[in-house]
Structure formats: structure tokens, C-alpha cells
């Protein structure tokens, strides 16, 4: 959620900053800003409010410093605007703040500064940030004690850098809840709130930790604490390949993603499948057998769409290891009080692992004594460390907002988890060996799904202009029906509800007409009559009808019929909702939406 970046080196700044905002701006995109320290001394500013082409437009050829920072901006204090986008300067135009998270007690410190002279130039929090450092960086005080100081005065979640005009041959940068990584070059030092700004320049990194600051120069950096006692830091390297971060000749990362699914479920489970004893390998988990044999109960927490993969997970572990186990909202757990027991496992799911609810129902499961496995994508990132172990999904970066490979990921790493689980309770090895080939098999059924896209495109303008969809499903096809009204209704904006086919009669029948088309989920497993049932029961009401399906079902059923390839039952839910994505997918380009970027939303939301 808003994306920062900063430069300092013997180049033009300006050119990296650009970029590297536009890598970041599926982070947030409704305004964006640059500051550089002018060679001539003094700070230069743009900001503007829409996408970065729009900053880009606005920036003068001689908009040129060694020195500078960046922010594209998803607003959270004040409406998307000029005034409101980053970075905010002091009355003195003598600092240069980029923000992202949420001062608390920002209400309270604006009136004190404003008592004290500041005239506030916009309705942020952010800027508090920058007439505080700029009240405590007077009369020669170094850039870092200034903004250590006024950190000290902050209540809240922020990732910063700091730009200063009297010292433009440092940067100072500071994380609180919200992430900053600092990117290593020759001679040059770069600083960003996510990697992908960063892999053109340099692969060596350093994660700031929570509570650390940074001054960052051309030729190196120091990390510190808000108590100035220095820390170490060894930079890792990043092994993501650049070519990641382009659409690599698709029309939409969201395209590429949902296409690179054969290859990141293939990385998912790389090394980590055991013939000879038909289980599964997670180095990862930091758990023996007999620790696992221990636990009687799993809690699966998640946001969105990691939640959904949460349920499909939930379903896994109970199937295959007959364990109970149980998927909720991170958001809801957090503030309910939860109930934290011994014997249950907790598995935390994020893609980006940031999403700060997920985040805080981690840390409250840990501050009560529970323990907790991630199942994230971003190695690093803050839920990963903050987990006692846990399965990287290693699906690569995932820039479009909507997920795609990461949750099928998701999926395919709780099948391990169920897998080994299971061989450790009581899943035969017969049973072992049916989901070890299931697994294996995934990539090329996938492919075979995709193969479909053309046809799923014509299917998608047919129905795109739909009042609304209704997706429904049984156990299994659930989950499957829940992240297909996800997707389709956040990338498309078409009004779509998820339903238990078995619920339909209780309610949601009386929505059923030509205009409200059903998407059904029909696997050829134990349910299979009962989901036809419930097709009669919407044709009998004259509702059309998309079956996802592995054998199309009569005629006088469906109106149309996606069929995908069978996996075994447990599995199925991964093949399903594949295609699933791509109606979501086409429906959007159908209606002319920007796909990548959907209206109102982020790709991690790092507040609460
Ligand atoms: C849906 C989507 C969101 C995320 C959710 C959690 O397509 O992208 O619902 O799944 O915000 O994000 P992560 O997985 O990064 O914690």
C-alpha cells in the first residue's frame, strides 16, 4: 500500500525514481511525487494527482539532484489530490518526507506544530512528519538525530525516507510496520519499500527490521535503533528475475500470472515431493513428527483471497490428515479475542506478507504463547519472519492487484502440508502415492485449462454485461465459488455472490432470473447428483447457466460448459478455479476496466 523510493549516487536521480514508482505502482496509484536535492542547493518538487505517466509528464528536464525520493500514493488521511500526494516539505521547504503507513496521534501533533507556527498544506498525516523533522533538524542538529527525535513523538505504523536540503549527501530511512528495503549498487545506494523497484539496479539487499532507521549514503550505509545503539546487517541477495516485473509480451501482468501458473506451481512443489515414502518434504516447518502428531486442531488465518486459499487449505488438512482444521478473515480474528490453544496450529497466508491484519493476528497468536507457520510468497517479508517457521510459495513476484499464482501457490502448499500431515497420521501410503501423482500432474493441466482462454474470452463478452453473477459450489467447490466472485467482482466490477449450492433453496433462489447468470462448480465426485439437482432447480427458474465441469452436463442443464481436466477429488478445487480466473480476466478487458490496477483497491494493504 503506497509504494516508496529513493536514490542517492553520482547519477541524475530523477530517471531511477520514475521507475522505480512505476514498478511500485500496483502498490497504490490514485497520485504520486518526487523530490530531488538540487545540485544548485534547495529541494525540487512535483507531485501530481494520478499515475506516474501523469508525474512523468509534469517533471521539467531540468527536475535534476544526486540525491531524492519518491511515493506512489493509495490515500488513506484526505482524498487523492496535489496537495495530498507525497512528498510533504516543511514551511522552510527545507525537508522532504515520503510516507507509508498511518500516524495515530497525528490530530494531536498537528495542533501542537500549528500552535507553534506550521502551516499545513494538506489533510495528511504525513505531513506532521515533515514540520516535526523540520523543528528538530534546526540549528545544525544531523539528519538522523532529527528523525529519530521525531519519531520518538510518533504513535503509529510508518516506512519513511527523508530528504534534506542542508544535507543532501544523505538519506535517511526508518521502519515501523511498514516495510523498507535498502538496495546495495557501485558507489550508488538505493532505498525502497519493495524489492521490485530495486532488481534492475542491484540484486543485494538489506530489510530494515521493524523499529530500525538507516542513513544512507553513495558509499554505504548505517543502521541504527530509535536509541541510536548501531545494528549489523549482512545484505542477502535477491534471486527474483527482472523479466518478472514486464508483461513479457502479454496484454496484462494479470494475463502473464494466470499463464506462468504451470511454472510456479512447478517451483512450489520443487524438491519437496517424496516418492519412496509417498509424502511430502517442508524443511521450512521447524516441526518433528512428533510435534506434529500433537497438534489437534488447525486455524488458518488470511485476508481476501489468502483467506479463500485458507478454506480450500482447511478442506485439504481435514481430508487428507483428518485433522480439524478451519480458515477465518485475519481481519475478524484480530479483534475478537481469540481463544489461542496449545495444541492447535495457526497458519498465517500473504502473498506480499504485509498485509498488516494478517500481521497483527500474528503477533497476537505469538504474544499469547501459540505458534504459527507462514505460508507467504515475499521471502523476508515481515509475517515471514515473524512466524516460527513455514512454506515459501516461491510463485515469483506478483505484480497484477488481483491474485492469481499466488493463490493457486497457496493451494498447492497446503496439499503439501496436508500431504505430510497426513502420511504422519493415518493417510495410507496408497492414498499418499494417489495425491504425490496428483500433484506431479498439476503444471500440465493447468496448461490444458489455459489452452481454453480463447473460447473462456467469448464466454466472458457474452455475459460480461451481467447485473451480477452468482457462483455457487458444494464443500469442496465452495472455496472455489468464493475466490471466483472475488475475482470477478474486484477486477470487473460486476456485482458477483459467492453461495453453497445446497444453500440456494434458503434464500438466493429468489434471485434467480435471466439477467442474474450462475456459474456452478460440478466436479465428478460423491456430490455430483445433487449439484445437478440444483441446476434443474435454477433452469426451472429460467436462470442461465456456466458450468465448470469435468463431463458436460445434459443439455437442459447448462446454457454453457468449461470443462477441465480430473484430478483426484481433494485436488480438484486447483483446476476448477483456474478458469475461473480467466472469465474474471476477459470480463474485465470485455468491459474496458484496468485490469491490473482496479478502482479503489492496492496489492498490499499495510494498514488496518
Ligand atoms: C484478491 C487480492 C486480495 C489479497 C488480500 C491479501 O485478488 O489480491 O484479496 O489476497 O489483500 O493479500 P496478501 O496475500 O498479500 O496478504
Redesign the pocket.
Given at each position: 500500500m503506497c509504494g516508496i523510493v529513493a536514490y542517492i549516487g553520482p547519477k541524475d536521480a530523477t530517471p531511477f525514481l520514475l521507475e522505480g514508482l512505476a514498478r511500485l505502482e500496483y502498490r497504490g496509484y490514485d497520485s504520486a511525487g518526487v523530490a530531488v536535492a538540487g545540485r544548485t542547493g534547495g529541494l525540487k518538487l512535483r507531485k501530481v494527482k494520478g499515475r506516474v505517466a501523469d508525474l512523468a509528464a509534469a517533471v521539467p528536464a531540468r527536475f535534476k539532484g544526486g540525491t531524492g525520493i519518491g511515493h506512489t500514493r493509495w490515500a488513506t488521511h484526505g482524498v487523492p489530490s496535489d496537495a495530498n500526494a507525497h512528498p510533504h516539505l516543511d514551511n522552510a521547504e527545507r525537508i522532504a518526507v515520503v510516507h507509508n503507513g498511518i500516524i495515530e496521534n497525528a490530530d494531536e501533533l498537528r495542533a501542537k506544530l500549528t500552535a507553534d507556527g506550521a502551516v499545513f498544506r494538506s489533510e495528511t498525516d504525513t505531513e506532521v512528519l515533515s514540520h516535526l523533522i523540520a523543528a528538530h533538524a534546526a540549528g545544525g542538529v544531523e539528519l538522523e538525530d532529527a528523525v529519530r527525535a521525531a519519531l520518538g513523538r510518533v504513535v503509529g505504523t510508518y516506512g519513511i525516507a527523508v530528504l534534506d536540503a542542508e544535507q543532501p549527501d544523505r538519506i535517511v530511512v526508518a521502519r515501523n510496520g511498514s516495510p523498507i528495503v535498502l538496495g546495495i549498487g557501485e558507489k550508488e545506494m538505493f532505498a525502497a519499500s519493495d524489492v521490485s523497484a530495486l532488481v534492475r539496479y542491484t540484486r543485494q539487499v538489506v530489510h530494515l527490521e521493524d523499529g530500525e532507521l538507516a542513513t544512507v549514503r553513495a558509499d554505504g550505509f548505517r543502521t541504527f535503533t530509535a536509541d541510536a545503539r548501531t545494528t549489523h546487517r549482512q545484505p542477502s541477495t535477491v534471486d527474483w528475475e527482472i523479466d518478472s516485473f514486464d508483461t513479457g509480451g502479454y496484454e496484462h501482468y494479470l494475463l502473464k500470472e494466470i499463464h506462468e501458473q504451470p511454472g510456479s506451481v512447478e517451483r512450489t512443489l520443487s524438491g519437496r515431493l517424496d516418492e519412496r515414502f509417498s509424502t511430502a518434504h517442508l524443511g521450512g516447518l521447524n516441526l518433528d513428527a512428533r510435534e506434529l502428531r500433537e497438534i489437534r486442531r488447525v486455524k488458518i488465518l488470511?485476508?481476501?483471497?489468502?483467506y479463500y486459499a485458507g478454506e480450500m487449505g482447511a478442506q485439504l488438512i481435514e481430508e487428507l490428515a483428518r485433522i480439524p482444521a478451519h480458515s477465518e478473515p485475519a481481519s475478524e480474528f484480530r479483534y475478537r479475542n481469540p481463544v489461542i490453544e496449545a495444541d492447535t496450529l495457526y497458519v498465517a497466508?500473504?502473498?506480499?506478507g504485509?498485509?498488516y491484519d494478517?500481521l497483527a493476528a500474528v503477533q497476537e497468536i505469538k504474544r499469547k504463547g501459540g505458534r504459527v507457520l507462514g505460508v507467504v510468497n515475499t521471502v523476508g517479508s515481515a509475517i515471514a519472519r515473524e512466524c516460527d517457521g513455514g512454506i515459501y510459495l516461491h510463485a515469483g513476484p506478483e505484480v497484477s492487484?488481483?491474485?492469481t499464482k499466488?493463490f493457486t501457490s497457496t493451494v498447492v502448499a497446503f496439499a503439501l502440508l496436508a500431504l505430510h500431515f497426513g502420511r504422519i497420521h493415518d493417510l495410507s501410503p496408497a492414498d499418499g502415492r494417489r495425491i504425490v501423482a496428483a500433484l506431479q500432474a498439476l503444471p500440465d493441466q493447468i496448461r490444458e485449462v489455459l489452452d481454453q482462454s480463447e473460447a473462456i474470452a467469448k464466454l466472458a463478452a457474452e455475459y460480461a454485461d451481467s447485473t451480477g453473477m452468482m457462483f455457487i459450489g458444494r464443500v469442496r467447490g465452495y472455496p472455489v465459488a468464493r475466490e471466483g466472485a472475488?475475482?470477478l467482482k474486484?477486477i470487473s466490477y460486476v456485482h458477483a455472490e459467492a453461495y453453497p449450492a445446497s444453500e440456494l433453496k434458503h434464500g438466493p433462489l429468489a434471485l434467480i432470473s435471466p439477467e442474474l447468470p450462475t456459474v456452478a462448480l460440478v466436479p465428478d465426485d460423491e456430490l455430483l447428483d445433487k449439484n445437478l439437482t440444483t441446476l434443474g432447480e435454477i433452469k426451472a427458474r429460467s436462470g442461465r447457466v456456466i458450468a465448470v465441469a469435468h463431463r458436460r452436463p445434459e443439455d437442459r442443464l447448462v446454457d454453457h460448459c468449461i470443462l477441465v481436466p480430473k484430478s483426484e477429488p481433494e485436488l480438484d478445487p486447483l483446476l476448477l478455479n483456474i478458469p475461473l480466473q480467466l472469465l474474471a480476466y476477459h470480463a474485465a478487458v470485455a468491459l474496458g476496466r484496468d485490469v491490473d490496477k482496479p478502482r479503489n483497491l492496492a496489492k498490499?494493504?499495510t494498514v488496518e
Open positions: 488470511g485476508c481476501g483471497s489468502a497466508v500473504s502473498q506480499s504485509e498485509t494478517t492487484v488481483a491474485s499466488a472475488q475475482k474486484e498490499s494493504v
